[in-house]
């Protein structure tokens, strides 16, 4: 009998080998005044990391709650991930590389499941590549970078793209309050980039078969 998580694995990597819903999937969790433009060419690069465990049969994903900085995404919850250094070898690199530095958790590259769409972030000027990878092991021990991280979440799926869970909402930025949608589980608020990258991996999940034991939909 096959391993349902092992499925899940095979599964969502052929959906991320496929064409990815990309910017339609973006649209829908943006932000009304956020520009969906194209990067200039001194743009930032960046990678994050979606990674995906299972736990009690249920599967969740990791976040990161920002500490309170002098910047523009301070306090903000975010996936693990970072800017590009100039001794990374590529960007999946990076995403591996931030991930270990902000909570401590060593991912190998035989857990990558695939890549999202790249972004654009204006506020920032990065341009952010998204990596999704089925991590082997739970529960997590994590070593949290206090400089960097207030928090550490994890977040079952199926609480994130719950239908009640998706909300609009006044955020303040700077000083102007804008109108966002924002997934909002267990009362934490997720907008902006991360949830227009949660919004296409929701719609790759979508994509799976219906018979999958951990479809969330």
């Known amino acids: 009998m096959a391993n349902p998580y092992a499925t899940f694995q095979d599964n969502i990597r052929k ?77 999946l690199d990076t995403a591996l590389r931030e991930t270990h530095e902000e909570i401590g958790i060593r991912v190998t590259p035989p857990e990558i499941v695939g890549k999202l769409t790249n972004l654009y972030i204006p506020i920032s000027d990065f341009f952010v590549t998204p990596y999704v990878a089925c991590l082997r092991r739970a529960p997590l021990k994590y070593i949290p970078d206090p400089t960097e991280v207030g928090q550490v979440l994890e977040i079952p799926l199926n609480e994130l793209f719950d239908q009640n869970n998706k909300i609009q909402q006044k955020i303040k930025v700077r000083e102007t309050t804008i109108q966002a949608p924002a997934y909002q589980p267990y009362g934490h608020t997720i907008w902006g980039a991360t949830a227009m990258i949660l919004s296409e991996f929701g719609t790759v999940l979508e994509q799976l078969p219906k018979k999958n034991p951990y479809f969330v939909f």
Do not use: C, W
Not at 21 to 27: I, S, T
């Open 15 to 91: 959906a991320l080998s496929t064409t990815l819903p990309g910017v339609d999937a973006h649209q829908l969790m943006a932000p009304g005044s956020r520009p969906l433009g194209e990067p200039a060419e001194q743009t930032r690069l960046a990678a994050v990391l979606l990674a995906i465990f299972e736990k009690n049969n249920r599967l969740y994903t990791v976040f990161i709650k920002r500490s309170l900085y002098e910047g523009a995404h301070s306090g903000q919850i975010a996936f693990p991930g970072g800017q590009e250094e100039k001794k990374d070898s590529s960007l």
